[in-house]
């Protein structure tokens, strides 16, 4: 290949890589730095957290007040002619290791500086509350915070990071170029 074709291919990549962190897979939503995909299939908590896995995501860990609000506010919207009364989404956090010691699973970070927690919650109900979901019962803190049974099932919430989308079409297509 000649050094005039590979200008053109070269910049057609490195282009590309830049669509990637400002677009969204379709169905998912940006909000800043990350993609969300509110999943309305029941699920475990595990077997949540392995479907967004299976989509190079996680479950969604709501690290400040602003991505907190962007998702509660969604989901309002999503469910505001919704008669279900109950409606529950799994997010990242669980107490599973340490009763009482929330953690953001993915990224193992404690959850410290930001909490939303409905009133009386987490109440480690039955000594089986472990996991973390958004939650709306009746007019009960709509998407507010509350701990609820690992194997319960529930909808959930996947969040992909733009600094965890790995570019490896990029990479291999400019070594391959310069190689
Ligand atoms: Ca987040
Ligand atoms: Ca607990
Ligand atoms: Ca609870």
Not at 93 to 111: H, Q
Request: charged residues 25%; aromatic residues 12%.
């Amino acid at each position: 290949m000649s050094l005039t074709l590979s200008y053109p291919i070269l910049f057609v990549f490195l282009y590309t890589g830049k669509v990637i962190g400002e677009a969204c897979p379709n169905g998912w939503t940006r909000h800043d730095d990350s993609c969300y995909f509110f999943m309305d299939i029941h699920e475990t908590w595990q077997d949540a957290s392995a479907h967004c896995e299976a989509f190079d995501a996680q479950l969604a860990s709501i690290e400040t007040q602003r991505e907190d609000d962007f998702l509660r506010n969604h989901l309002v919207q999503l469910h505001a002619h919704d008669p279900t009364s109950r409606v529950m989404y799994w997010v990242d956090g669980t107490d599973v290791s340490t009763e009482s010691e929330w953690v953001w699973a993915y990224s193992e970070e404690p959850i410290l500086d930001y909490t939303h927690w409905c009133p009386n919650q987490p109440d480690n109900a039955g000594s089986n509350e472990d996991c973390l979901r958004l939650g709306k019962v009746g007019s009960y803190c709509g998407f507010g915070w509350d701990d609820g049974d690992c194997e319960s099932k529930e909808f959930f919430v996947c969040e992909r990071h733009d600094k965890d989308i790995t570019e490896p079409n990029v990479d291999g297509a400019v070594s391959g170029i310069i190689g």
